[in-house]
């Protein structure tokens, strides 16, 4: 087995909560997921084509679901907006499956 070092570091404790989260959902414990996430960045930011290749496709793909994220909120105000000048009533999701005749 390896051999290990201890390294501290300090967190906002906001942080620290978001980062715990991220790594239930990853399937990790914090330290690893902070290790990986560090040593995938170290990796990505080598000054070789294929690293920089690697971090223009990263970004090229955050602007895109930036894009999208946008798009969705601009589209879903739109509705809100329509909605209530029309003055209708929300329905439930149970009205709107017993409409549809969908089992409950």
Do not use: C, N, Q, Y
């Amino acid at each position: 087995m390896a051999a290990t070092t201890t390294t501290t570091i300090r967190l906002a404790p906001a942080a620290k909560r978001r980062i715990v989260a991220a790594a239930r959902r990853a399937g990790e414990s914090p330290a690893k997921f902070i290790s990986s996430a560090a040593l995938a960045r170290a990796m990505a930011s080598s000054d070789t084509p294929d690293a920089r290749l690697i971090l223009l496709e990263r970004r090229a793909a955050a602007l895109r679901e930036a894009v999208e994220d946008e798009i969705d909120a601009r589209v879903g105000d739109a509705a809100w907006e329509r909605h209530l000048g029309t003055g209708s009533r929300l329905r439930t999701g149970e009205e709107v499956w017993r409409e549809l005749g969908l089992p409950d």
